[in-house]
């Protein structure tokens, strides 16, 4: 499956919008008809430079046939729209830097750039029974927290707390529930200041359904205090570590599933 990207905006300094569409996203969403999770996510094929295919080609069929160091990068990225009528699909991408594969080709797209994808896949859907849905993480759940927001019905109540570089890079979040939103912002002296952003909450009353995506020891601090400070179920808790500082998702994804065994053992 592959997308041609239609249109490209900077949202805010650290996040660009990659509109993809076109014939070849036909039967992205085999079931048009059900309501999607909100965290639904394609996995992005990224050739390398000198890569002798593309810019359409099957990632399975280059698996096979190709050495390993030309083999396409792979990422994941939330789906922020998809609109089935138009083969529409949206997708925000954090800028961070001119390191790695994904940011920097979001940064520096063009109409006409093609990007071959597979999915969806996905995990999470606000549960319409949970008295209080919270929402937390930063630039890179942003997406997924967006649709969620979205997806809530008026009368439902959402606590969201996001992290961001500043004021210029927060995002206007569109919802019918009653949702308390704050940003907080990183300093040079508390890079990571959503934890204690979390912590300073008040636990809600009655039951939480809780949404943690992010970077990974940040996911993983919050985790911890909403089961062990808040009491929240295991069973209540989407917490997902998507990226971690100072790797490469290839690193991350080579040590992830011992980590997040080791998250999951977390009392
Ligand atoms: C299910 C899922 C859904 C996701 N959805 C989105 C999404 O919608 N939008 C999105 O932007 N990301 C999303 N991510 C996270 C994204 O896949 C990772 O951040 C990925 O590592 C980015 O790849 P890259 O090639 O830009 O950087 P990499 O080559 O992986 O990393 C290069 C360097 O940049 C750092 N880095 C990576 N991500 C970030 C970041 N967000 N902020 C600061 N530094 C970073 C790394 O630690 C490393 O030092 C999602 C991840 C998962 C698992």
């Known amino acids: 499956m592959h997308g041609v990207v239609t249109s490209v905006e900077r949202l805010t300094p650290s996040l660009v919008r990659v509109v993809l569409g076109g014939d070849g996203l036909s039967g992205f969403w085999p079931d048009a008809g059900e309501t999607p999770d909100t965290d639904a996510y394609v996995n992005l094929a990224l050739p390398p430079a000198g890569a002798d295919y593309g810019p359409v080609f099957d990632p399975a ?17 939330t789906v922020r729209a998809w609109d ?17 594969a994904a940011g920097a080709l979001a940064a520096s797209a063009r109409p006409g750039d093609v990007l ?14 949970a008295d209080v849905h919270l929402l937390v993480g930063d630039e890179s759940a942003v997406p997924a927290i967006a649709v969620a927001l979205e997806s809530l019905p008026a009368g439902a109540r959402a606590v969201v707390r996001l992290v961001c570089d500043g004021p210029d890079h927060e995002l206007a979040l569109v919802t019918r529930a009653d949702a308390d939103v704050a940003w907080v912002h990183r300093t040079p002296e508390d890079p990571t200041p959503l934890p204690a952003a979390v912590a300073a909450l008040a636990r809600p009353e009655g039951r939480v359904h809780a949404f943690v995506h ?12 909403l089961l062990g400070t808040w009491g929240l179920a295991r069973s209540d808790m989407s917490c997902s570590p998507y990226w ?8 991350w994804r080579a040590v992830k599933r011992e980590y997040v065994k080791a998250m999951d053992a977390d009392a």
């Not at 069929?61 to 990225?77: G, I, N, S």
């Not at 089935?84 to 390191?99: C, I, K, Q, R, S």
């Open 116 to 129: 071959v994808l597979t999915g969806p896949g996905s995990g999470y859907r606000p549960d319409p029974s």
């Open 214 to 225: 992010g970077e990974a020891d940040e996911v993983r601090e919050i985790r911890r205090h």
């Open 84 to 100: 089935p009528d138009a083969l529409l699909l949206t997708l925000d991408f954090v800028v961070h830097g001119d390191e790695g």
């Open 61 to 77: 069929e280059v698996k096979e046939t190709h050495p390993r160091e030309l083999q396409p990068a792979r990422r994941r990225y």
């Open 244 to 251: 971690r500082r100072t790797m490469t998702d290839e690193a």
